[in-house]
């Protein structure tokens, strides 16, 4: 018989539509990370460093970077006889085929996946944030109160809290009110999205509540919960916690690392981050190369300047090419003399030689100023970056670029090039 | 593919001095990311041979280690795979492996129960890239029992470390002398043969007849004149690391890009078992000038015309300069090292200095403790 005490569903199917350009062909958990990393790595490790070798992930908006990426989970240790990860798309019915249209919806989509492994508890977690923790401390957490429901919490500044969903709770960690994005926060713990379900409690709130469109866990399952009189747990988490989500979010979670020593540190013995690594070579810095502050991981090759960046694997700086403060993902190519300040780069990009990225003033960006912000320039996967261009801040490029594309040789700050119809 | 594949990995010798104590040279780290037997089962695994055996008996837990899974090189087949075999007692049998002809007698279950036609025997100390179909090929075209491949070194190379070779025009080996005290002959094996599997399982089993246990002299050089013994000529790089000089001549190749490039870009690729280090980093004071870097290294110092492997850490103000430091080695604060190769899993204390002198490598092994420093 099979049987597991806990096992993860990971939701990974969201677009991340504020990381703009950078999630235009990928699902945001299959965006590079730190150097060799995607963002699903994060909990992926977490689950084996926990001990939980069952992981449904489920996907929906542009899976195949992510489906090759997790393959059969042998970087995670996850392919198991029994259980290991299972890939969960949304599938036709006889019925009601849809798509997944909210989160609990995904999961209710999967309940005879759930049903196989016979579990007594069910971890929800979402695929975009960075983080390391021990579900296992949560479970027995969990266990140890009783509880049908346990979330994850963390103390955000109050000033800050408005953002989030905040929740309340007495001297016990029982949570006794819930606000959503409230104007005047009453308490400073937000949730981190990630619940810890008894599976009863689970199965009969996913089954109850199956018709409700767009069925979501923070608007519709937790509250239902609630009403119900079911015991709820906040469990108050202190380590590093980044949500991703936003560019400049993204671009300082990678500076971080720079760090000597990183609040987030990915050197530590204990607790490693897994990913699926090709066999690369070691990287070559040449002797006109100057190096900073910088996270570089294989295959790269140096013969420029680089400081204060995070370049993926593969990645190449040509001669006299300035790179600084920015992200580079893999296997990207700088060519000579060109300099870039505060740019993230996404995969497969080659700028031209003699171009300036991140020039001039900031101004704000005309099409998307809410995403395209924060000084950086963003470049989309696959893109082509003509020689001698010049390119001011909060830009977005993002396609097979010419020449006829920058009038004058310049892409002004607060520009987008977003070429249409290209694969 | 037509063959089945061994590697002898089992050889150590005197030339590697210290470095040879805790392994066998097969299980060498090179170039920054590999280890010295990466290249040859890269070759029969991108060779599309699917059965390979690889037999060792010196020190071999760090070979065992590298080779635990058989998935890096895509071996992890149901049909084939990698074994690795060393001696066992059993009824017949109580000794060590005598000699490379006597190690293939005693694993003569491995080639009698396999089904293919050839066998490609390589070594574990070769750095070379090579399709060993091109040498079947030729091997059957030139009607061969035997066929060696063998390099012409470069000139002012010592080939006296070697089996001498002379060919005649055909290809057909005439002369084969191994090791020779002296020779004016350049022409070398580099220990890759490929052969018909029953010719090889007699010629083995005749051997061990007569008490014989040495593939090169028992075999090769002992039937030169009976079998058609072909010489097939590698023109690319090839390079063996078994001596001390040569292994660090090997490594530093990998600075220049023509032989980068060869061996990183070029396709086929080689490949190695993967660990799970972060990327390199480095932090205020790191200065790295024509060196390779491999994973999982933190850099605060200068690092010159050297080779650094996986997780080394290199303090503040330090200078590494034409050496090679090996995997995990810990690198304190003002240390100088220059012309050295520093041992694995090392520990330099701060304000060491270490330098080879007269054109010497020395080989730096520190047993001092990392955590009571």
């Known amino acids: ?423 | 593919m037509k063959a089945i594949g061994i590697i002898l990995a089992g050889g150590n010798n005197k030339m590697m001095k210290e470095l040879s104590n805790k392994r066998a040279i097969a299980a060498m780290p090179m170039a920054g990311s590999y280890r010295s037997v990466d290249f040859a089962l890269s070759n029969m695994s991108n060779s599309h041979i699917k059965k390979v055996a690889v037999m060792t008996q010196y020190n071999a837990r760090s070979l065992n280690q590298h080779l635990s899974s058989s998935k890096w090189w895509d071996f992890g087949r149901k049909q084939g795979g990698l074994f690795v075999l060393t001696p066992t007692m059993s009824a017949d049998n109580g000794f060590w492996y005598r000699g490379t002809a006597d190690c293939l007698y005693q694993n003569l279950d491995y080639l009698k129960s396999s089904h293919e036609p050839y066998v490609v025997i390589a070594s574990g100390d070769g750095i070379y890239k090579m399709d060993y179909n091109k040498v079947l090929e030729y091997h059957i075209e030139k009607k061969a029992d035997i066929t060696v491949v063998v390099k012409k070194l470069d000139k002012g190379e010592d080939a006296s470390r070697f089996g001498v070779v002379s060919l005649d025009d055909d290809g057909r080996i005439t002369n084969f002398e191994e090791k020779p005290i002296s020779t004016n002959c350049n022409t070398v094996s580099t220990g890759v043969y490929v052969i018909r599997r029953r010719q090889l399982i007699e010629l083995i089993e005749k051997a061990a007849s007569e008490d014989r246990y040495d593939f090169v002299q028992d075999i090769l050089v002992r039937y030169k004149n009976v079998k058609k013994i072909y010489g097939y000529k590698l023109d690319t790089y090839w390079s063996n690391i078994s001596t001390v000089d040569a292994y660090y001549k090997t490594n530093m190749d990998f600075l220049k890009k023509d032989v980068r490039d060869y061996f990183f870009k070029e396709y086929p690729d080689v490949y190695t078992k993967v660990d799970d280090f972060p990327p390199a980093k480095y932090n205020y004071g790191a200065e790295v000038k024509n060196s390779l870097v491999a994973c999982g290294c933190i850099v605060n110092g200068k690092v010159e015309n050297s080779i650094v492997f996986k997780k080394a850490y290199i303090g503040n103000n330090c200078t590494i300069k034409n050496s090679i430091v090996l995997n995990d080695v810990y690198i304190g604060d003002n240390s100088y090292i220059e012309n050295c190769i520093v041992e694995s899993h090392n520990t330099i204390r701060a304000n060491s200095k270490f330098v080879g002198e007269n054109g010497e490598i020395k080989i730096v092994i520190e047993q001092t403790s990392r955590y009571d420093a």
Not at chain 1, 128 to 135: A, G, P
Not at chain 1, 227 to 234: D, E, G, T, W
Not at chain 1, 253 to 269: H, K, S
């Open chain 1, 1 to 423: 018989m099979i049987k597991k005490e806990m096992i993860a569903m990971l939701l990974a199917g969201g677009q991340g539509s504020r990381l703009g350009v950078l999630t235009s062909k990928v699902a945001k958990p299959a965006v590079a990370f730190g150097g060799k990393y995607r963002i699903i790595d994060f909990p992926l490790s977490n689950c084996i460093n926990s001990g939980i070798d069952t992981v449904g992930v489920l996907t929906q908006y542009q899976p195949l970077r992510l489906n090759a990426h997790i393959g059969i989970g042998i970087p995670w240790d996850l392919d198991r006889n029994v259980g290991g990860v299972t890939v969960l798309p949304p599938y036709e019915k006889s019925t009601n085929s849809e798509w997944y249209t909210g989160t609990a919806n995904a999961i209710f989509q999967n309940l005879e996946y759930m049903e196989s492994y016979n579990p007594e508890y069910v971890l929800i977690l979402s695929g975009d944030h960075i983080y390391k923790m021990d579900y296992k401390v949560m479970l027995d957490y969990h266990k140890a109160n009783n509880a049908d429901i346990t979330i994850a919490a963390m103390p955000v500044p109050l000033e800050e809290a408005s953002r989030f969903g905040i929740v309340i709770t007495d001297e016990n960690n029982k949570i006794t009110e819930f606000e959503e994005k409230p104007a005047n926060p009453r308490s400073n713990l937000a949730s981190m999205g990630i619940y810890i379900f008894s599976w009863k409690v689970l199965k009969e709130a996913l089954l109850k509540l199956k018709d409700q469109p767009e069925c979501d866990f923070g608007k519709h399952i937790i509250p239902y919960c609630f009403s119900q009189n079911k015991r709820l747990f906040a469990y108050e988490y202190n380590g590093y916690w980044k949500d991703v989500g936003t560019l400049s979010s993204y671009w300082e979670a990678n500076m971080e690392l720079i760090d000597i020593i990183p609040v987030f540190n990915l050197y530590e013995e204990f607790w490693k981050i897994y990913t699926k690594s090709d066999s690369l070579p070691p990287q070559y810095l040449a002797a006109e190369s100057h190096i900073e502050r910088s996270i570089i991981s294989e295959g790269a090759e140096i013969y420029g300047t680089v400081i204060n960046s995070v370049l993926g694997s593969s990645v190449i700086v040509e001669e006299g090419a300035v790179v600084r403060d920015s992200i580079i993902m893999k296997n990207s190519v700088i060519k000579k003399g060109t300099v870039i300040n505060r740019a993230i780069i996404a995969e497969d990009v080659t700028v031209g030689s003699n171009c300036e990225l991140g020039i001039g003033e900031e101004v704000e960006n005309t099409a998307f100023p809410k995403i395209y912000k924060g000084g950086l320039v963003t470049i989309g996967e696959n893109s082509i970056i003509p020689d001698g261009v010049k390119i001011g801040k909060n830009t977005a490029i993002s396609g097979i670029t010419t020449q006829a594309d920058y009038p004058n040789g310049i892409l002004a700050g607060g520009g987008t090039i977003i070429k249409a119809g290209e694969v």
